[in-house]
């Protein structure tokens, strides 16, 4: 049982595990709930845990073998230490390290190739790898960051039905929409937002990229500055000289259409996801029986 290695992808909406022989061979997947250790670490654990399980379980393996399994987590918020320390001390593995989702995902989409990869889903994050070396932009979190990601289309949209609702800007069947289900209530919205996380906002992401594209004028507005946000990392990225881009993530395939060429830059489709990423590190980084010895997590 000990030559297992995980590889864990956690996201704010799921978290997503997979074990495998120590040769990288997928033997089973597992997925639950949000793994967000910034806004919820205790949640984000029991989810890490239970996805785990469940990939052992398809496997057909003990549960009880991943006290001596090396695990690699990809995680949001591996750039704050505080939450980075307090994942690290409760995790069920024998030996674990806890990397950027970002590196994970460049990982799965290039494997040791050279390029950038963009992560667009309920946060925005970007990596980039020149002559092995690998740096980030963005990945700053909701907050401050994640420009163009669901999150922020969310909350644009729920931004847009109230100034309709107050008669400041023009309504859309969208707005419409979004004040119906809120019973036009501001007050309802309100509650919302002040409990809402990333990902609670980034569940209208969908709708409204369907929105912009029957032509729904507040819709079409959110897609387009969603858009020119990430154009604008985009060509920071390919001004660094990298000529091979990767979009991955939930958005990248309804971004596509809405995004600007670039004549000269190899666009590629993802060679694998984050979560094969994941397993690749793990069993690049830990090529001894993770079970000889025990090792704190490390950011």
Same mark, same amino acid.
């Given at each position: 049982?000990?030559?297992?290695?995980?590889?864990?992808?956690?996201?704010?909406?799921?978290?997503?595990?997979?074990?495998?022989?120590?040769?990288?061979?997928? +033997?089973?997947?597992?997925?639950?709930?949000?793994?967000?250790?910034?806004?919820?670490?205790?949640?984000?654990?029991?989810?890490?845990?239970?996805?785990?399980?469940?990939?052992?379980?398809?496997?057909? +393996?003990?549960?009880?073998?991943?006290?001596?399994?090396?695990?690699?987590?990809?995680?949001?918020?591996?750039?704050?230490?505080?939450?980075?320390?307090?994942?690290?001390?409760?995790?069920?593995?024998?030996?674990?390290?806890?990397?950027?989702?970002?590196?994970?995902?460049?990982?799965?989409?290039?494997?040791?190739?050279?390029?950038?990869?963009?992560?667009?889903?309920?946060?925005?994050?970007?990596?980039?790898?020149?002559?092995?070396?690998?740096?980030?932009?963005?990945?700053?979190?909701?907050?401050?960051?994640?420009?163009?990601?669901?999150?922020?289309?969310?909350?644009? +949209?729920?931004?847009?039905?109230?100034?309709?609702?107050?008669?400041?800007?023009?309504?859309?069947?969208?707005?419409?929409?979004?004040?119906?289900?809120?019973?036009?209530?501001?007050?309802?919205?309100?509650?919302?937002?002040?409990?809402?996380?990333?990902?609670?906002?980034?569940?209208?992401?969908?709708?409204?990229?369907?929105?912009?594209?029957?032509?729904?004028?507040?819709a079409v507005e959110l897609v387009r500055k969603a858009a020119r946000d990430i154009d604008q990392t985009l060509d920071a990225i390919t001004a660094r000289s990298v000529r091979t881009l990767c979009l991955v993530g939930g958005l990248a395939p309804l971004y596509g259409p809405w995004l600007a060429q670039r004549p000269g830059i190899e666009m590629t489709e993802p060679a694998a996801d984050a979560l094969t990423g994941a397993v690749a590190l793990a069993v690049q980084r830990f090529a001894s029986d993770p079970s000889d010895g025990r090792m704190?997590?490390?950011?």
């Amino acid at each position: 049982m000990g030559l297992y290695r995980v590889g864990i992808d956690g996201g704010g909406t799921r978290c997503r595990a997979a074990v495998a022989d120590a040769d990288g061979r997928i +033997l089973g997947r597992g997925i639950s709930g949000a793994a967000n250790i910034l806004t919820d670490p205790e949640t984000a654990l029991s989810h890490i845990r239970l996805a785990t399980e469940a990939a052992f379980q398809e496997a057909g +393996l003990p549960v009880a073998g991943l006290s001596t399994a090396a695990a690699v987590l990809g995680l949001a918020g591996n750039n704050v230490a505080d939450a980075v320390s307090f994942i690290a001390a409760r995790l069920p593995f024998a030996r674990a390290e806890i990397v950027s989702d970002v590196l994970i995902a460049l990982q799965g989409a290039l494997g040791d190739r050279d390029g950038a990869v963009a992560s667009l889903g309920t946060g925005t994050v970007y990596s980039i790898r020149q002559n092995g070396e690998v740096s980030m932009l963005g990945g700053h979190g909701f907050k401050v960051g994640d420009l163009g990601s669901g999150a922020r289309l969310g909350q644009g +949209l729920l931004q847009e039905a109230l100034l309709a609702h107050d008669g400041v800007r023009p309504a859309s069947p969208l707005t419409e929409t979004v004040l119906a289900a809120f019973g036009h209530s501001t007050a309802a919205i309100i509650a919302f937002a002040h409990a809402a996380h990333p990902a609670d906002y980034g569940r209208y992401a969908p709708s409204i990229f369907s929105a912009a594209a029957a032509g729904d004028p507040v819709a079409v507005e959110l897609v387009r500055k969603a858009a020119r946000d990430i154009d604008q990392t985009l060509d920071a990225i390919t001004a660094r000289s990298v000529r091979t881009l990767c979009l991955v993530g939930g958005l990248a395939p309804l971004y596509g259409p809405w995004l600007a060429q670039r004549p000269g830059i190899e666009m590629t489709e993802p060679a694998a996801d984050a979560l094969t990423g994941a397993v690749a590190l793990a069993v690049q980084r830990f090529a001894s029986d993770p079970s000889d010895g025990r090792m704190e997590a490390a950011q």
